[in-house]
């Protein structure tokens, strides 16, 4: 310390000593350490966050916007699996799978038209193609997640040809059918 503050302290000692803080001062620091102490033994309640509507809303449309791209993510693939180019698997395949499909398309026309006079039997034959249509849109679903898309492009056109096969078999258990009347009806005219 400088000498000039020691030679004051020393000179004006009594008067430092005149003053005395209160008696009851000290008791309340003493209270207050109790209370620091006591506030720091107890755990803290954490104070009820609130939010205010703008931070909420700003929140809610956030996610609504990550689901949406979500959700549209999710379409776009599963648009993409639908349509597989059967060229890319096997050309060939391909256009045998075209052909017999156009194939099925006009002999099913054909047996709409032939059967208008038995609607009964038309029922019975389009119940046995649609079995059989059914299982080609399964194996077409099947085709954009199969580890062998060749030989499900193979069974694809295996239904198809099997689908033009029992077209033709109706169409002609039709044609034997209309002729029988035809006959029967001559017949009974003949007598």
Request: charged share 25%.
């Amino acid at each position: 310390m400088s000498k000039r503050f020691e030679d004051f302290m020393h000179d004006n000692n009594e008067e430092f000593n005149e003053i005395e803080p209160s008696a009851d001062l000290w008791g309340k620091i003493e209270a207050q350490l109790n209370f620091l102490d006591q506030e720091q033994e107890q755990p803290k309640k954490r104070e009820a966050k609130t939010f205010s509507l703008g931070f909420v809303l700003k929140v809610a449309a956030s996610v609504i916007i990550i689901m949406g791209i979500g959700f549209g993510i999710y379409i776009q693939t599963q648009k993409g699996t639908k349509g597989v180019d059967l060229a890319a698997i096997n050309p060939e395949y391909a256009q045998q799978q075209v052909r017999y499909a156009s194939l099925v398309e006009t002999k099913l026309t054909e047996l709409k038209s032939a059967s208008k006079n038995d609607p009964q039997l038309y029922k019975e034959f389009s119940a046995e193609i649609a079995k059989m249509d059914s299982t080609y849109k399964k194996l077409n679903s099947d085709l954009a997640t199969s580890p062998n898309q060749e030989r499900v492009l193979r069974a694809m056109i295996r239904n198809l040809q099997i689908q033009t096969e029992v077209l033709t078999q109706q169409l002609n258990v039709i044609e034997q059918f209309n002729q029988m009347k035809k006959e029967q009806n001559n017949e009974t005219k003949n007598i």
